[in-house]
Antibody, heavy 119, light 107 residues
Framework: EVQLVESGGGLVQPGRSLRLSCTAS????????ITWVRQAPGKGLEWVGF??????????EYVASVKGRFTISRDDSKNIAYLQMNSLKTEDTGVYYC??????????WGQGTLVTVSS | DIQMTQSPSSLSASVGDRVTITCRASQGIRNDLDWYQQKPGKAPNRLIY???SLQGGVPSRFSGSGSGTEFTLTISSLQPEDFATYYC?????????FGQGTKVEIK
């Protein structure tokens, strides 16, 4: 069974950093791209960015609002993807989901982890 | 960036009603569009991919259509379990972008 489990969320002050993890099981993690999507409280979904598989260079894409502050990486030996979030802003508050990407489709999602940026 | 304009933002409907939700892209995206359903406190579930292909396990009362800039999600006969929020997602170019969502509520 394919599973994605996010962790690492919590309360953090503006300007500080946080690293989220996405631990995968039930499939060959290294063969897939991983995407991060977030949702502010009571708001819609926002695509944050993704990392390609190593077969496609392991390169990344980001939405403009996080570019230069967030970094997605992966450790295929541990079946984990990371979202390193620096210089956090209050508007980064929300639930962060990791998803498996197959071609152009997001077929499996984790349950999400809540990040609250507040002083 | 491609903007996805979804309408309506909310609607009230009764069980058995036919419901239509529309997404308009700010530029042509071929058929690079998916539809998702999200229930409160849960991760989204994909209903439709490539604009009109039904995700496995999704009831046939859901259908999608469109290409280019205009897309539609139709629920032919609304069921109690369909009350949720629906989002379109374009994956034609980066950054991928979601519509603002349509909340389907009970009339």
């Amino acid at each position: 069974e394919v599973q994605l489990v996010e962790s690492g969320g919590g309360l953090v002050q503006p300007g500080r950093s946080l690293r989220l993890s996405c631990t995968a099981s039930g499939f060959t993690f290294g063969d897939y791209a991983i995407t991060w999507v977030r949702q502010a409280p009571g708001k819609g979904l926002e695509w944050v960015g993704f990392i390609r598989s190593e077969a496609y260079g392991g390169t990344t894409e980001y939405v403009a609002s996080v570019k230069g502050r967030f970094t997605i990486s992966r450790d295929d030996s541990k079946n984990i993807a990371y979202l390193q979030m620096n210089s956090l802003k209050t508007e980064d508050t929300g639930v962060y989901y990791c998803t498996r990407r197959v071609g152009q489709n997001l077929d499996y999602w984790g349950q999400g982890t809540l990040v609250t940026v507040s002083s | 960036d491609i903007q996805m304009t979804q309408s309506p933002s909310s609607l009230s409907a009764s069980v058995g009603d036919r419901v239509t939700i529309t997404c308009r892209a700010s530029q042509g995206i071929r058929n690079d569009l998916d539809w998702y359903q999200q229930k409160p406190g849960k991760a989204p579930n994909r209903l439709i991919y490539a604009a009109s292909s039904l995700q496995g396990g999704v009831p046939s009362r859901f259908s999608g259509s469109g290409s280019g800039t205009e897309f539609t999600l139709t629920i032919s006969s609304l069921q109690p379990e369909d009350f949720a929020t629906y989002y379109c997602l374009q994956h034609n170019s980066y950054p991928w972008t979601f519509g603002q969502g349509t909340k389907v509520e009970i009339k």
